[in-house]
């Protein structure tokens, strides 16, 4: 079992629609969940870091934790074509020290229909 | 502009070859990621400097080798390519000088390797 799944995808949405993507994972030492966005050919941006269990909410993007379930979402409203990429998830067990690499899941491809 | 440097962008080299991959982490930061993206795999961690020295290694193999350099740049050194080392290679920065809040991870925009 890999210790980040994330669903393989491709998923294909209409503009304005609601979009969830989730994760889960093994390891519960896992305490900083991060999503990034990745377009084509280009380094991963991050867009949302959570720490331990809870919401966070930027715009139109929420991430959500649920340590108990080792699982966690990204919600992104009113979905644009701009929006259309590969997000992925990722964690790690610190900020800093020997323990800071991330762990990514395998990404999702987003495409936003006009 | 994501304040990381990596370079060069593109690569083709012929099997057997070594190559040596750049990166300039952010202002500041003095932990350099090293990570490998194939289609198959993902994104998969292969070694963290900080502050000039190994902090923590992941699934780098032995033809594989880093450094960082006082001026806190990184190489990535990869010896005996095979095809199957065709990949994008990504360099990430985290961890400013302390205290500072958490902000992430900073990647470059990679370098695509092509071994034929």
């Known amino acids: 079992q890999k210790e980040v799944e994330q669903d393989p995808g491709p998923l294909s949405v209409p503009e304005g629609a609601i979009v969830s993507l989730n994760c889960t994972y093994s390891?519960?030492?896992?305490?900083?969940f991060m999503w990034y966005r990745q377009y084509s050919r280009k380094g991963p941006e991050l867009l949302m870091y959570?720490?331990?269990?809870g919401n966070k909410e930027d715009g139109r993007f929420t991430a959500q934790v649920d340590k108990s379930s080792k699982y966690i979402s990204l919600f992104i409203r009113d979905s644009q074509p701009s929006d259309s990429a590969t997000y992925l998830c990722?964690?790690?067990?610190?900020?800093?020290?020997?323990?800071?690499?991330?762990?990514f899941g395998k990404g999702i491809t987003l495409s936003v229909r006009p | 502009d994501s304040g990381v440097t990596q370079t060069p962008k593109h690569l083709i080299t012929a099997t057997g070859q070594r190559v040596t991959l750049r990166c300039s982490p952010r202002?500041?930061?003095?932990?350099v990621y090293w990570y490998q993206q194939s289609l198959d795999q993902g994104l998969q961690f292969l070694i963290q400097?900080?502050?000039?020295?190994?902090?923590a290694k992941g699934n780098i193999l032995e033809r594989f080798s880093a450094q960082q350099f006082p001026d806190l740049h990184s190489e990535l050194n990869l010896s005996s390519l095979e095809l199957g080392d065709s990949a994008l290679y990504f360099c990430?920065?985290?961890?400013?000088?302390?205290?500072?809040?958490?902000?992430?991870?900073?990647f470059g925009s990679g370098t695509r390797l092509t071994v034929v």
């Open positions: 990430a920065s985290s961890a400013p000088v302390q205290p500072s809040p958490f902000y992430g991870y900073t």
């Open positions: 390891n519960s030492a896992f305490q900083y």
């Open positions: 959570t720490y331990s269990s």
């Open positions: 990722a964690m790690s067990q610190s900020a800093t020290g020997a323990n800071s690499k991330l762990t």
């Open positions: 202002s500041g930061d003095l932990s």
């Open positions: 400097y900080y502050n000039g020295e190994e902090r």
